[in-house]
């Protein structure tokens, strides 16, 4: 169904230069914090490449973006692409890696991408972050034309792999390539350490974190409290992260202004804590080490990668998910507990149930810290490193549509 990547040895020398496509810190973007990782990583783990960024920034926005940046394409400008595209040309790089999410990139679900492809002259390898089992004619035909672009396309799970196949009738299946979304290689503070730094001893934590918006399922979460309340009176559900920047321009604080009433209207503000924030790094990993169950209650069945899930299971998380594509991929075999889309009893349930047996907990942590080690950075990085080392030897030239 797809190609294996071939083992990257670090020992031969294969100078590379390697262009990354992406949204980039400090926007506060969930791809934008992968691609940063994925950078770090690539540079950690070879001295044969040289990476820069080309940053996409999104309408009347500034960011103070770091050194590795080289050039900004903005979102909406037409011209933006077909500058950038012959500046990758002039610089005459190895490798260009796009990471495609439909949001990231201008015109109609992102269709701007597709003129810089067609101009760029290096092979290009896509990342493929979403991946619709049911696509419009116009997201089916976007996808469709990227892959005819691409020399080679990375999905993150087996799955992703198999919906390009059966729902865009891609035949070019020499092209697909899985690897796993990366996770940290995490300093775990001991939980009772991390609850005392930060003032939650006593308390049995429930987390979720990431970009707020609806379709989060946050509600349902809220919903369950009071009769998880009843038998744990202690317990504290932590919701980190600031809304959605794309959210907030559209709608404002309305969805975290709903769920602010429902935990008043509940009476739950000693059992429900908002962090309305980007948290840093350091921050995040001190929270998920005081976390005693991680919870992603998503409403959307057809989500075929979450960063926030990949980092829990990679902080070793006793995690409890509703069944959407990548959560059914990632926390099969025993990594975590599945419970039915929009239903407050059913998590209510899973979560009294981890909070009575320590032990299950223990043993769903364990069973995905077997998982994590496949899935850390320094891993996933040398199989980027070996793919685009084989791009940029054995050029596979676009087909025909």
């Given at each position: 169904?797809?190609?294996?990547?071939?083992?990257?040895?670090?020992?031969?020398?294969?100078?590379?230069?390697?262009?990354?496509?992406?949204?980039?810190?400090?926007?506060?973007?969930?791809?934008?914090?992968?691609?940063?990782?994925?950078?770090?990583?690539l540079n950690l783990e070879s001295p044969w490449i040289e990476t820069f960024v080309v940053a996409i920034t999104d309408d009347g926005a500034r960011y103070p973006y770091g050194t590795e940046v080289r050039w900004e394409l903005y979102q909406n400008d037409p011209a933006s692409y077909r500058e950038i595209a012959q500046a990758l040309?002039?610089?005459?790089?190895?490798?260009?890696?796009?990471?495609?999410?439909?949001?990231?990139?201008?015109?109609?679900?992102?269709?701007?991408?597709?003129?810089?492809?067609?101009?760029?002259?290096?092979?290009?390898?896509?990342?493929?972050?979403?991946?619709?089992?049911?696509?419009?004619?116009?997201?089916?035909?976007?996808i469709r034309n990227i892959v005819r672009l691409s020399d080679a396309v990375v999905v993150m799970l087996p799955s992703a792999a198999k919906i390009l196949l059966e729902s865009y009738g891609i035949t070019s299946d020499h092209k697909i390539f899985v690897i796993p979304h990366g996770v940290p290689t995490p300093s775990l503070t001991?939980?009772?350490?991390?609850?005392?730094?930060?003032?939650?001893?006593?308390?049995?934590?429930?987390?979720?974190?990431?970009?707020?918006?609806?379709?989060?399922?946050?509600?349902?979460?809220?919903?369950?409290?009071?009769?998880?309340?009843?038998?744990?009176?202690?317990?504290?559900?932590?919701?980190?992260?600031?809304?959605?920047?794309?959210?907030?321009?559209?709608?404002?604080?309305?969805?975290?202004?709903?769920?602010?009433?429902?935990?008043?209207?509940?009476?739950?503000?000693?059992?429900?804590?908002?962090?309305?924030?980007?948290?840093?790094?350091?921050?995040?990993?001190?929270?998920?080490?005081?976390?005693?169950?991680?919870?992603?209650?998503?409403?959307?069945?057809?989500?075929?990668?979450?960063?926030?899930?990949?980092?829990?299971?990679?902080?070793?998380?006793?995690?409890?998910?509703?069944?959407?594509?990548?959560?059914?991929?990632?926390?099969?075999?025993?990594?975590?507990?599945?419970?039915?889309?929009?239903?407050?009893?059913?998590?209510?349930?899973?979560?009294?149930?981890?909070?009575?047996?320590?032990?299950?907990?223990?043993?769903?942590?364990?069973?995905?810290?077997?998982?994590?080690?496949?899935?850390?950075?320094?891993?996933?990085?040398?199989?980027?490193?070996?793919?685009?080392?084989?791009?940029?030897?054995?050029?596979?030239?676009?087909?025909?549509?």
């Amino acid at each position: 169904m797809y190609r294996p990547v071939v083992e990257y040895t670090r020992n031969v020398p294969n100078k590379l230069t390697v262009a990354l496509i992406s949204t980039y810190p400090p926007r506060e973007c969930g791809i934008a914090t992968f691609t940063r990782d994925l950078n770090f990583s690539l540079n950690l783990e070879s001295p044969w490449i040289e990476t820069f960024v080309v940053a996409i920034t999104d309408d009347g926005a500034r960011y103070p973006y770091g050194t590795e940046v080289r050039w900004e394409l903005y979102q909406n400008d037409p011209a933006s692409y077909r500058e950038i595209a012959q500046a990758l040309n002039d610089a005459g790089v190895d490798v260009v890696n796009i990471q495609h999410e439909f949001g990231i990139f201008g015109g109609e679900w992102g269709e701007y991408v597709l003129d810089l492809m067609e101009r760029v002259d290096a092979p290009i390898v896509t990342t493929l972050h979403t991946v619709l089992p049911n696509p419009l004619p116009i997201t089916r035909n976007i996808i469709r034309n990227i892959v005819r672009l691409s020399d080679a396309v990375v999905v993150m799970l087996p799955s992703a792999a198999k919906i390009l196949l059966e729902s865009y009738g891609i035949t070019s299946d020499h092209k697909i390539f899985v690897i796993p979304h990366g996770v940290p290689t995490p300093s775990l503070t001991p939980p009772l350490e991390a609850k005392r730094q930060l003032g939650l001893l006593g308390r049995e934590v429930i987390t979720t974190f990431g970009l707020i918006s609806s379709g989060k399922g946050i509600e349902d979460v809220i919903e369950a409290l009071p009769q998880v309340r009843a038998k744990h009176p202690k317990v504290l559900y932590l919701i980190l992260g600031q809304t959605h920047p794309n959210v907030l321009r559209r709608e404002g604080e309305a969805y975290r202004n709903s769920l602010v009433r429902r935990v008043q209207d509940l009476g739950l503000e000693e059992n429900v804590r908002f962090d309305n924030r980007y948290l840093r790094e350091e921050e995040l990993a001190l929270y998920l080490s005081a976390t005693d169950i991680y919870i992603t209650p998503y409403h959307n069945p057809d989500q075929v990668t979450s960063g926030t899930l990949s980092y829990a299971l990679g902080f070793n998380r006793a995690i409890i998910a509703t069944p959407y594509l990548y959560a059914r991929d990632l926390l099969k075999d025993g990594r975590g507990i599945l419970v039915p889309f929009r239903s407050p009893e059913a998590i209510a349930e899973a979560v009294l149930y981890l909070l009575d047996h320590p032990d299950l907990r223990a043993q769903l942590q364990h069973n995905a810290s077997m998982l994590a080690a496949q899935m850390r950075w320094p891993k996933v990085a040398r199989s980027y490193l070996a793919l685009f080392t084989q791009m940029s030897r054995e050029r596979v030239q676009p087909e025909a549509s």
